[in-house]
């Protein structure tokens, strides 16, 4: 027996799903902005150049450094951060997922200098690398922040100097910090000598 009732089911829920998703938020976000008077410099690596860009945005660094990353593997990167900090500018670090467990990389290493570290869960992975200066410098692209990028892999870093920009930048670094968890070594480290 049929019922003729449900004749297009497959059509109909079809139907609603597509028009549930025009007006279900996708998740991902643009801005239009026109920026005039932004000095810009592009780099392209491999090559040294993109390492050394953002070693000196950072060397400049005068009160805030907001940093969101997969991870931070480049020492002479993670030392410069740790300079900034440590000459009272305040560094915040979200890093990828994959660095929860991370008991002994960037994680530990700058949430033992009590450096805020928070982990974002709730994506699989930050394909990008963004580094906002003082709200009013931003470095941002493909490139990551370790030696391999900058040695072997092809990637591109735009850094701009723009208010606009950071700003953009600034808030959509807020989301990611406002779903992140704080960082805590479940480690406990060993003291030399001792097991």
Known sequence: MINHRMKHPVPLITGLVLLLAMFLPSGS???????????????FSP???STGAILKEIARARSEILLQAQ????TSIAKTLVDAHNRGVKVEIILGKNRKNDSCGS???FSGLKIPVYIDRKHAVGHSTIIIIDRTTV????FNLGETA???TADSLAITKSKDLAKLYFDNWSKHREHAEIYKNKTKATPKGKS
């Open 139 to 142: 470095t941002a692209g493909s």
């Open 47 to 49: 090559g040294p150049d």
């Open 150 to 152: 900058a040695e072997k």
């Open 107 to 109: 994680a530990a290493f």
């Open 29 to 43: 976000y643009g801005a239009d902005l026109t920026i005039t008077h932004a000095p810009t410099q592009v780099y």
């Open 71 to 74: 991870s931070v593997d480049s």
